[in-house]
């Protein structure tokens, strides 16, 4: 019995020993821990040396727009490398052959610990450069979704296979324009994700086994835009934006507590750019795009229901009345909305009513920024941010300005894009450090103050 008793602790010891725990400062998933781009550390810079924040490492990397993930003192980053063509025996066209890679580093250096690839062709893709989802870290596990609608878990100790599954050939899912981009969300026993066709854009996995627990909706695509999980009316929901509609669904089941279409008609302008998070603000839910404009929901306090609190008067390009969000998510501050419209300029305006503030160009300048994004998070006083020209920021914002306190320019735009070149892939905020990376290299930058 002793001897057994023994076995057993060794075998909880080892566990603890290859487990990744999250801990306080970590940086698990897309925009943080509580998946609403708040960083929530103290002791960071307000501005910067004269020679520019201090570089940690630089580390080599492959191509794609996803952004890391860190925990445990590891950081997870997923990539692709395109495969020689043999001009001899060329692949089909509108095919790119290739391989997906995910990676995990040692934070404190950026050395590699271990690598997992899979062969993974593009097929159809627009924007063929790589991956776009953040993964996402729970304990020993890792969960990451490719281009090519590649759903994994990994160990994260080596990087083994637990289990997989492929939206093309399990659900024989259609494959969005731009890939499959819409961040995994965990909640409890579940990995959930937009997979796309008819009565399944939403599926819940077991997060253990990969067993299906439930699908739901139908809709004309999926997207970007990544679920989250919020309470209100004495309901957890989970809320979903799809293409036409966004929708608050039962977590456990997938059942539908209510949905509101937006625009108001519903008649989307092809193809969907419906790409930014969810955002919720005391009772209320916004989400926003580039041609509809931003629509603000007030959650119902007694049940689980919404209504429609204000919406953009927004017909673009004719008519823009409000922020028109293409990629950067939207900060809610002291009774204000922030974010970043389709020509780079950053507007604001009043949380309850919608009437638009101020409109500013501090951080673009005068020039349109077609599709200019800024990928921030709201560390309390400050926000701090990296543009998409590769210009790490510090913005102090209000209702009067928006005051940039410090820029330094830490990556080279490697992505051409929209008539300019760009970085599309969202940093991580962890341990008063910032890891970002672009078509070339990833960074850690340290913030500390």
Known sequence: MRSANLSF?????VAACFASPIVAGDWAQWLGPKRDAIWEEKGLVSKFPKDGPPVVWRKPIGE????????GGKLFITDRVKAKIDPKNPP???TLPGKEQVHCLNLADGKTIWTRSYDCPYKEVSYPTGPRTTPIIDG???YTLGTMGDLLCLEVADGTVVWSKNFQ???KAPIPLWGWSAHLLLDGDNVIALVGGEGQAVVAFDKKTGREKWKALTTKEIAYSPPIITEAGGKRQLIAWVSEAVYSLNPK????YWKHKHPAEGEVARPAVSIITPKRAGDKLLISSFYHGTLCLTLDKDKPAATVA?????SYPKEIDGINAVMTSLLVKDGHVYGIAGMGEIICQKLDTGEVVRTGTEIFGDKAAFCGSVFWVDAGELVYGLTDQGDLVILKLSPQKCE????AHILEPTHAAKGRKAVWSHPAFAGKKVYMKNDKEIVCVSLAG
């Open 9 to 13: 602790l060794f075998a909880v010891v």
């Open 64 to 71: 794609g727009y996803a952004g890391p993930a860190v925990a």
């Open 92 to 94: 089909p066209k509108g």
């Open 140 to 142: 020993d596990h890792l």
């Open 169 to 171: 050939k399990d659900y």
């Open 253 to 256: 089941t997938g059942a539908e």
């Open 310 to 314: 204000w919406r953009s008067k927004n």
């Open 404 to 407: 940039v306190l410090a820029t």
